[in-house]
């Protein structure tokens, strides 16, 4: 009889880790309307690559940095359109006066932790400007991104490098789609449970074109969970102000949206405030001191910048106005889903002040049953 007990105890906890390390889709957990690309990932959208450098070390050292690539070729000789929405400013995200200003991209997107900011960007001013033919440019806009993993990871000891910056960029593959903790996601808390990193896709139809939209999260940041509609947050009676264990919702969202849709930058800033409003329906308040912010970013070769001015002139094609209302929709719901993937498939993590559980999908599931989101 004891045997029999503790096998289904055995089978009951792995049960509830399998389920734990599945994305929404893979649960039948299906978000909005549009469908996804290939991969369900940003790297759907065609050249984008994504590398990860994951740290861990004992329980104080978990962080890491995860690069996004806008293509292949040296970004900064084509540069890409881009633009930034600030959610909420209490953050770090060097380089993004200049997107606003001149409303483009010259380096691949890097995330990280708080304190390792000036790392990664001195990593990637390096890596820029070993690139060929960039022998001679004397001014970089690196552009990174943070959040604070204070809580698993021991911040203070600034612990990546600029050998690990280097390592996500060059390992950085149109393949991946690694989520969780990964990278920059490695030392990450969303909703009370372990954040990390997260990214979905969505496909236009021919009819409007047949866009490609991705979006890329390093969720860090608190709130009332809602999955799919489901108050989960509520249900389990585990949310940001519930007690004392739970007052803190301050943390922060980074959010990276890549398209193939040729757009301005102004559109793509447009684009970008669209993606915020998925933070808001999977239930996050945007507190005091959480740093939330999205980069959108055009992959079209239609809207290039070149570095070397060759004309008076620049002629380009973009999508009109009245045609991006589909692209909007594209974006909150890959950003919504990303951030749910991120969750889904963290993993429990012992770290510098204590432990985070994953999302306990044990308690999870029969909320999304009951609330008509799983129908098995």
């Known amino acids: 009889m004891k045997s029999t007990c503790l096998l289904f105890l055995l089978l009951l906890l792995f049960t509830t880790e399998v389920f734990s390390q599945q994305r929404l889709r893979d649960l039948g957990i299906e978000i909005g309307v549009l469908p996804t690309g290939k991969f369900n990932a940003i790297t759907d959208v065609k050249g984008v690559k994504v590398g990860h450098t994951t740290l861990q070390k004992g329980d104080s050292v978990n962080t890491g940095v995860t690069a996004i690539l806008p293509h292949s070729g040296n970004i900064f000789q084509q540069k ?27 380096t691949p997107v890097v995330l990280t932790n708080t ?37 698993l990871n021991n911040i203070r000891g600034q612990h990546v490098t600029t050998k690990d910056v280097f390592s ?43 866009f490609t939209l991705g979006v890329l999260v390093q969720s860090n940041f608190g709130g009332v969970l809602e999955i799919a509609g489901a108050p989960v947050g509520r249900e ?35 684009l970008a405030k669209r993606a915020f409003l998925g933070i808001a329906k999977t239930g996050g308040i945007v507190s005091n001191g959480s740093g939330d ?70 308690k999870v599931l029969p909320v999304l049953r009951a609330f008509g989101v799983l129908k098995k």
């Open 236 to 270: 389990l009676q585990k949310f940001s102000f519930s007690d004392k264990l739970m007052n803190n919702a301050d943390g922060s969202c980074m959010i990276v949206v890549a398209t193939d849709a040729p757009l301005s930058s102004r559109n793509l800033e447009r």
């Open 293 to 362: 912010y999205v980069i959108a970013f055009s992959t079209s070769e239609k809207v290039r910048v070149a570095y070397r001015v060759e004309s008076d002139l620049q002629k380009t094609e973009t999508v009109p106005n009245d045609l991006m209302s589909p692209l909007f929709m594209a974006a909150i719901e890959a950003t919504e889903e990303a951030i749910l993937n991120s969750l889904f498939m963290a993993k429990t993590t012992k770290g510098h002040k204590g432990e985070i559980k994953a999302l306990p999908m044990e």
């Open 80 to 106: 890409v359109p881009a633009a930034v929405f600030v959610g909420n400013g209490f953050g770090k995200l060097a380089g993004s006066t200049q997107i606003a200003e001149l409303g483009n991209l010259e």
């Open 168 to 210: 996500a960029i060059e390992s950085a593959s149109e393949n991946n789609t690694e989520e969780g903790n990964i990278g920059a996601g490695t030392g990450t808390v969303a909703f009370g449970y372990k954040g990390g990193i997260g990214t979905a896709s969505r496909k236009l139809p021919e009819a409007m074109d047949g």
């Open 115 to 151: 304190l390792n900011v000036a790392t990664a960007m001195d990593a990637v001013i390096k890596y820029t400007l070993q690139q060929p033919e960039n022998e001679h440019v004397l001014s970089v806009n690196a552009v990174v991104g943070e959040t604070n993993d204070a809580y």
